[in-house]
């Protein structure tokens, strides 16, 4: 048996756009693979997880955190925050040799909390670098992970053999890019190309908002401005956990942010034309490397 039909049971705690793209991968992939979710809400149904289950998509639903211990791998799929809430909830079930993964854009704070809950050993910390404007398991689709970076960040105590499981799959059940990297590595680039842009989106929309006044900004509202501010319609709950988790690399990279248009802003009140052309140059020069194959479909 091939090392990624070694585990068969995957349990989810929490399943939105990530989780639910994720499930679907497994179900495809792995067409007799049992995916198990965990219910929080115990006396009620939740509404996401009973559509998961008619779909197929999941094999059954508990309520009973215990019920975790028969999973092969768990999956946290909650905002950042929830997700390390957990870990205390989930040790006394986790079942030797189980692997814990999560899929928040935040690594540094999980990390140490597993470390102080003794879960190092079986942690893979992971973030798959897919979305969209939207939220929640009924836009979620196996698609939705196909050749975007899926990172891992596995602690130095976890076995080589689960990290390779990991990446198998990433690889061939998500059909993502493995890239394995370093906690402090993943949440300071991520800070920069994830994190500020949508506090940078989100800030532009207020500001339109604030000056509003008489809706002429929503009726000419167009292109360049949704294209630019469609990140601002997703999940204020999970940015909110995201914020105050990766505080320090957010604030580090919104001050360089702050001194590049304080510079910019001086040299449009200057009349400054080198260096305003110079500013856009720049930024043109290296958005055309990262997107080329959107620079030459424009074409």
Known sequence: MD?????????????GLIGGSVARC????????????????????????????????????????????????????TPVRT??????KLKPWLRPGCILTDVGSVKGEIYQAVCKEGLDHCFVGGHPMA????????????????DCYYILTPTTSVPDESVRWMQDFVTNVTKSRCVTIDVAEHD???????????????????AVRARDQKGMYKLLAAGGFRDITRISSSSPEMWKSICLANKEAILDFLKEYTDLL????????????KEIE????????YRDQLFPAQRDNAK
Not at 83 to 88: G, H, I, Q, R, S
Not at 131 to 140: F, L, Q, R, V
Not at 193 to 204: F, G, R, V, Y
């Open 278 to 285: 110079d500013f856009f140059a720049s930024a043109k020069e």
């Open 3 to 15: 090392l990624l039909h070694t585990r068969k049971h995957f349990g989810f705690i929490g399943l």
């Open 131 to 146: 979305g969209t404007e939207h939220i929640g398991y009924e836009y979620s689709f196996a698609g939705l992970l196909k």
């Open 188 to 206: 300071e680039a991520t800070a920069g190309i994830s994190h500020a842009p949508h506090i940078i989106s989100a800030t532009l929309v207020n």
């Open 26 to 77: 497994i179900r495809n992939e792995i067409p007799d693979a049992q995916i198990s979710a965990y219910n929080y809400y115990e006396t009620k149904k939740h509404p996401r997880l009973e559509k998961a289950l008619a779909d197929g998509v999941l094999t059954d639903i508990t309520t009973d955190i215990s019920d975790v211990s028969n999973w092969d791998v768990i999956f946290l799929c």
């Open 83 to 88: 997700n390390t809430a957990y870990l205390a």
């Open 262 to 273: 304080s510079s910019m802003e001086n040299a449009i009140r200057d009349g400054n034309e």
